[in-house]
């Protein structure tokens, strides 16, 4: 009994010193490497003018408008995606123009958000879809009769550096200023 005590003493010995090397590997700590930081250039873009910047935003928000009123009601994620798109693109005009025309168009604004909202809640129907189809014809027939670039071209800001940009809503980015 007392030899195997001593026989297994010994292979413990030997065993603690020499080690597996997995084993020790395993338990041994690692340092923890820490990533250099992700540096972004940010590029400098030059200012465009008001008019060119108007006609761009105007000419998207046809050519949205109008894939919206040809597909409506065809494909609900494309109808999401339409007005979204749509409503976004008068947006930008709104903060083009001088604060009494962009009131103007606020108003279409608003009509258009509360078609966008039946969609977003999913609520179609075919009663309702009609209704909506005829809210999206009228609304492009009275904002290319009264918003296009010839009509507006008065009525848009000098430059657009020299008042304050417009406030972001949380949907439209305000989460990232606020973390800079």
């Not at 910047?53 to 065809?74: N, P, R, T």
């Not at 008068?90 to 025309?101: A, F, G």
């Not at 296009?148 to 990232?176: F, N, Q, W």
Request: proline share 4%; charged share 35%; glycine share 4%.
């Amino acid at each position: 009994m007392e030899r195997r005590f001593h026989v297994l003493l010994a292979v413990v010995l030997v065993l603690s010193l020499t080690g597996c090397d997995a084993v020790q590997r395993k338990f041994t700590r690692k340092k923890k490497v820490v990533k250099a930081p992700r540096i972004y250039q940010i590029k400098k873009y030059p200012v465009r003018p008001p008019a060119e910047l108007y006609k761009k935003h105007y000419s998207y928000w046809q050519s949205w408008q109008a894939e919206l009123i040809q597909v409506f009601g065809q494909n609900s994620k494309k109808d999401k995606r339409c007005v979204e798109e749509a409503i976004g693109q008068l947006k930008d005009m709104r903060n083009i123009l001088i604060p009494s025309k962009a009131e103007e168009l606020e108003r279409h604004i608003g009509r258009m958000e509360e078609a966008r909202n039946v969609i977003l809640r999913s609520q179609l129907t075919f009663a309702n879809r009609d209704s909506l189809r005829m809210t999206f014809e009228r609304e492009e027939r009275v904002i290319r009769r009264e918003f296009a670039y010839d009509k507006v071209k008065d009525s848009l800001r000098k430059t657009m550096e020299e008042e304050e940009p417009p406030k972001l809503t949380m949907a439209e980015g305000a989460g990232i200023e606020s973390q800079k």
